[in-house]
């Protein structure tokens, strides 16, 4: 089955822990996103990557990083320098015949 | 400052009617729009796209509409079943690079 994976689903860290959030995909897809879900807002893109080995900072950067070492997986990490990190993560990819996008599960990562 | 705005958070419809979700984009430049659609705890799934070449794309009981000079696009959706009931976001794109979302309408169809 194609698809993406993303885990875990549900994720608790301490305030000032980094956390690494996986995403694989094996639908062969050559770019992949992350994104941001807060309650009543959009899916606001934090990293992208089009190829292996290269990736461009989305519109909320900032207290994250991302590292793009093989085409199948895009892990994204929340460091402690990002002030709010509670929210839902979203992981994608995009290559369908419209270029659409295949979203993951989804990540919800809550920081106590 | 948001490229895609959705204006109404939510809307109700009552079964068998039709349902209108609408998208306004400030980005003169977007090429390529798509909706989505998603339930709660889940990650979006695409529902339908079209070019900025086309006014109109249609897959059974969805179709696109869009209207360039306006810098708008709707979703129509007929008839609108209970299981239509999520929430809808818009997306934009340029050369299917960057992709620009709307915050979403959640759409309740009522039995």
């Known amino acids: 089955d194609g698809g993406i994976t993303q885990s875990p689903k549900y994720l608790f860290r301490k305030e000032g822990q980094n956390v690494t959030l996986s995403c694989e995909q094996n639908?062969?897809?050559?770019?992949m996103y992350w994104y941001r879900q807060d309650p009543g807002q959009g899916l606001r893109l934090i990293y992208y990557?089009?190829?292996?080995?290269?990736?461009q900072k989305g519109d909320i950067a900032e207290g994250y990083s991302v590292s793009r070492e093989k085409k199948e997986s895009f892990p994204l990490t929340v460091t402690s320098a990002q002030k709010n990190p509670t929210a839902f993560y979203l992981c994608?990819?995009?290559?369908?015949?419209?270029?659409?996008?295949?979203f993951g599960p989804g990540t919800r990562l809550t920081v106590l | 400052d948001q490229q895609v705005k959705q204006n109404s958070p939510s809307l109700s419809v009552q079964e068998g009617r039709i349902s209108i979700l609408n998208c306004d984009y400030t980005?003169?430049?977007?090429?390529?729009f798509l909706w989505y659609k998603k339930y709660p705890a889940e990650g979006p799934t695409f529902l339908i796209s079209?070019?900025?070449?086309?006014d109109k794309n249609e897959d059974g009981r969805f179709t696109v509409f869009l209207n360039k000079s306006a810098k708008h696009l709707s979703l129509h959706i007929v008839p609108s079943q209970p299981g239509d009931s999520a929430v809808y976001f818009c997306?934009?794109?340029?050369?299917?690079?960057?992709?620009?979302f709307g915050s979403g309408t959640k759409l309740n169809v009522k039995p």
């Open positions: 994608a990819s995009s290559g369908g015949p419209y270029n659409e996008q295949f």
């Open positions: 980005n003169s430049m977007f090429d390529y």
């Open positions: 639908l062969n897809h050559d770019a």
């Open positions: 990557s089009q190829i292996v080995n290269d990736f």
């Open positions: 997306a934009a794109s340029v050369i299917f690079n960057k992709f620009y």
């Open positions: 079209i070019s900025s070449i086309k």
